[in-house]
């Protein structure tokens, strides 16, 4: 407990409402300052993906995390050959879906980042990258297997080097 304001001149009172409750936080000032929390959000266009971003918005402060959209445009390669005017389809597209991205998330500092290659291992190599906290996906639709979580998720799980959150549908 304090008992005067001389003590309390290294320190910040900060107050929030969070899931209809009051909090009084008491901060050091030295650790106000933290880093904030970086979180890859890889999306395929889909609105199935688009739910990532409301469930991010339900349990993270905007004030408390960076956001990396991220969107992946596979390409199949016949004989090493990239056809210019189907990159550039791609890329519009992929716009197209993180403009959207960032039109759900107004408010939030966002970054975006789009790519030509194999999902997962774009993600992966991302998330390594901009040494992000946290990965927020949603599963896939397919069948068999897959199904449970989808294989892009189930690599991405296996392999990141980061907390992953894999959303239902």
């Known amino acids: 407990m304090f008992t005067s304001n001389k003590n309390m001149k290294n ?3 900060k107050k929030e409402k969070r899931h209809n409750m009051q909090n009084i936080l008491i901060m050091r000032k030295d650790v106000l300052y933290m880093k904030k929390t970086k979180i890859l959000v890889p999306l395929d266009g889909t609105e199935r993906s688009m739910h990532s971003l409301n469930w991010l918005k339900k349990f993270f402060n905007k004030d408390d995390i960076e956001i990396i959209l991220m969107n992946v445009r596979e390409i199949v390669l016949t004989e090493d050959i990239v056809i210019s005017n189907q990159c ?10 993180l403009a959207d991205a960032i039109k759900e998330l107004e408010g939030y500092k966002c970054e975006t ?12 190599k991302k998330a390594k990258e901009d040494r992000c906290d946290m990965i927020i996906m949603t599963k896939s639709t397919k069948k068999g297997l897959p199904r449970m979580i989808g294989s892009v998720s189930s690599k991405v799980i296996k392999h990141a080097e980061t907390a992953v959150v894999v959303l239902p549908q």
């Not at 980042?113 to 992966?124: Q, W």
């Open 113 to 124: 980042f789009s790519t030509l290659g194999y999902s997962a291992d774009e993600i992966l």
């Open 11 to 13: 320190f910040v009172i």
């Open 88 to 97: 550039e389809f791609l890329a519009n597209e992929s716009e197209l879906v």
